[in-house]
Nanobody, 113 residues
Framework: QVQLVESGGGLVQPGGSLRLSCAAS????????MSWYRQTPGKERELVAV?????NYADSVKGRFTISRDNAKNTVYLQMNTLKPEDTAVYYC?????????WGQGTQVTVSS
């Protein structure tokens, strides 16, 4: 079965950096689009970045976040630089496999001084 396990979240000061990782299993990783989403209490989950044939980013993170993937390790990353308090959220890894969305358990990112 498809499994996604995120890691790398934590507490960081404004202007700092974090790298999130998502280890995937249960499907042919290299064939499918992978994404990162985030969610804050009372708000809908929003798309942050996606990597497939191309990469794409939410306007709010362009120039600060970089999504990448290592198909040999079945892992997708989200490098987050110049973090802002408004980036505070639970970050979720997503795989779109045969038209079905799969989610990880989420990892908390808190940006605060």
């Amino acid at each position: 079965q498809v499994q996604l396990v995120e890691s790398g979240g934590g507490l960081v000061q404004p202007g700092g950096s974090l790298r999130l990782s998502c280890a995937a299993s249960g499907f042919t990783f290299s064939r499918y689009v992978m994404s990162w989403y985030r969610q804050t209490p009372g708000k809908e989950r929003e798309l942050v970045a996606v990597v497939g044939g191309v990469t794409n980013y939410a306007d709010s993170v362009k120039g600060r976040f970089t999504i990448s993937r290592d198909n040999a390790k079945n892992t997708v990353y989200l490098q987050m630089n110049t973090l802002k308090p408004e980036d505070t959220a639970v970050y979720y890894c997503n795989a779109l496999v045969l038209s079905r969305h799969y989610w990880g358990q989420g990892t908390q990112v808190t940006v605060s001084s």
